[in-house]
């Protein structure tokens, strides 16, 4: 079982995903002449540009509940598994893959706001809500939907709390099945409670997370100030095959940098347009800055904040693709969050493991929490008037169950797992949003129209989309 899933993984995450990750992200650059460069302090701002209806939750709202799902396992293990099997060189191209993702993340977060509907009154949208009204291809818009369903409900959370478990694991020496009934019976509480309160809660926890997680970056950063440009250097030499210790292993350094970084910042996957389109705003433009914003917010910080404690204090290890360790600087020790673990622990004695394996609960959560979002919008949309309540508690049910079965896996298995739904959804969503640019395009040079010429922010559908009653769009 475990060898097939390898082999499905290896197969969807051939090269050609990886140059449609990186392609589409440019093409996407380049036809709206790079928004993430020239609008992003307006991309900041508009972080607090509106206000939760009842139809609909606040721009930050949905910054947060994108970000707690970017925000996550591969902001740690994830840079973590990239040095491991690309070497340091794989940061670059995580780094890489976010500018010109931001691209991507425009343009769908765009078309997720164009074409949303109010089901249930509420706000929903996606993937399969442009596909379906934007390219009449309803087939095509099930199929995404039944995908991202089980990615999100069955695979991808296995990641977040197998992580979660090794991690607590590592730090104070509790069972695994302990964490995972922990953390499965805390997602039950917030799932249960409906989609106010998912996005309520990423509100609350998202900012406190991510600032506590930089500012122990910072003082890890702070001890060996001194090496940062000797590291850079590696990080950009190793990224074009530099170097003898990693010059053999460009090409894992590019697959290994593209990958995890398209599974933490989601740029292109189709899961963050979800939590875009249940924004209330005034331009769907404005939603497509603020989740590009959040792609840099999540590699460009807290990614990067990672790489360089480990990099920085030697904490990691490097093997080729045969197996054959080509680095070999914390013995024995599995990959993933035992690497930032021993960062940290190597400049905070005794504190370290600890405060990574809470850094790691509160990120792996809310992204939990996301996928289940993610799900619920999918359900949603393949179910329209007809969603019951039971639909949803059976779905809730199984998301619990799934949780608390993914922390005792290998940890192997779990990434396996997540892969193949990120790939999967990446294919799907990508080509989607290659064919359906054109709204998204013009979408862009209206606001910044209305922008150059100071009139108040409004937006007209094109003809084919029904404008949503109410204040804002």
């Not at 995890?260 to 705003?281: D, H, I, K, L, W």
Request: aromatic residues 12%; contains cysteine.
């Amino acid at each position: 079982m475990e060898s097939a899933i390898n082999t499905l993984n290896g197969l969807i995450w051939s090269p050609a995903l990886i140059y449609l990750c990186l392609g589409a992200g440019l093409y996407f650059s380049i036809r709206t002449r790079f928004p993430q460069v020239r609008h992003f302090v307006r991309s900041a701002r508009l972080l607090f540009s509106s206000s939760a209806s009842d139809r609909g939750v606040s721009s930050f709202q949905a910054f947060a509940l994108a970000v707690s799902g970017r925000v996550g396992t591969g902001n740690i293990a994830g840079v973590a598994t990239a040095i491991a099997f690309g070497g340091p060189g794989a940061i670059f191209w995580m780094w890489v893959i976010a500018f010109v993702g931001a691209g991507s993340a425009f343009v769908e977060a765009t078309l997720a706001q164009i074409y949303k509907e109010e089901i249930n009154g509420q706000f929903r949208g996606g993937p399969a809500y442009y596909i379906e009204r934007g390219l009449k291809l309803k087939w095509y818009a099930v199929l995404f939907a039944a995908v991202t369903l089980i990615a999100s409900g069955l695979f991808m959370p296995n990641v977040q709390a197998n992580s979660i478990s090794a991690a607590m694991e590592t730090a104070f020496d509790l069972p695994r099945w302990v964490t995972g009934a922990g953390v499965a019976g805390l997602i039950a509480v917030i799932i249960f409670g409906g989609t106010k309160r998912i996005s309520a809660t990423a509100q609350l926890v998202v900012p406190f997370m991510a600032i506590g997680y930089m500012l122990i970056a910072l003082i890890v950063l702070a001890t060996h100030i001194a090496e940062v440009p000797a590291v850079f250097a590696l990080i950009v030499k190793s990224a074009f095959g530099g170097g003898a210790a990693f010059g053999g292993i460009v090409g894992q350094a590019v697959a290994w940098g593209v990958k995890r970084g398209v599974y933490s910042n989601e740029a292109g996957q189709g899961t963050a347009p979800m939590a875009a389109a249940a924004a209330e705003v005034k331009h769907p433009a404005e939603q497509g800055l603020v989740q590009a914003f959040s792609v840099y917010f999540d590699t460009w910080f807290i990614c990067s904040a990672t790489a360089f404690m480990i990099l920085l204090t030697g904490s990691y290890n490097v093997v080729d693709s045969a197996g054959a360790v080509l680095r070999e600087g914390v013995p024995g020790l599995e990959v993933g969050p035992a690497y930032t673990q021993a960062a940290v622990d190597s400049v905070l004695p005794g504190f370290g493991k600890g405060f990574v394996a809470i850094a790691l609960f509160f990120f792996a959560f809310t992204t939990i929490m996301a996928y289940y979002y993610y799900a619920e919008t999918c359900l949603a949309y393949l179910k329209k008037q007809a969603t019951q309540l039971w639909m949803l508690n059976v779905l809730r049910a199984v998301f619990v169950v799934v949780v608390y079965y993914g922390s005792s896996h290998t940890a192997e298995m779990a990434w396996a797992l997540g892969d193949i739904g990120v790939g999967l959804m990446a294919w799907l969503n990508l080509i989607a949003i290659l064919l359906l640019a054109r709204p998204a395009i013009d979408c862009l040079r209206d606001y910044e129209r209305q922008i150059k010429t100071g009139q108040p922010i409004t937006y007209t559908p094109p003809s084919n989309v029904k404008k949503n009653d109410g204040a804002g769009w």
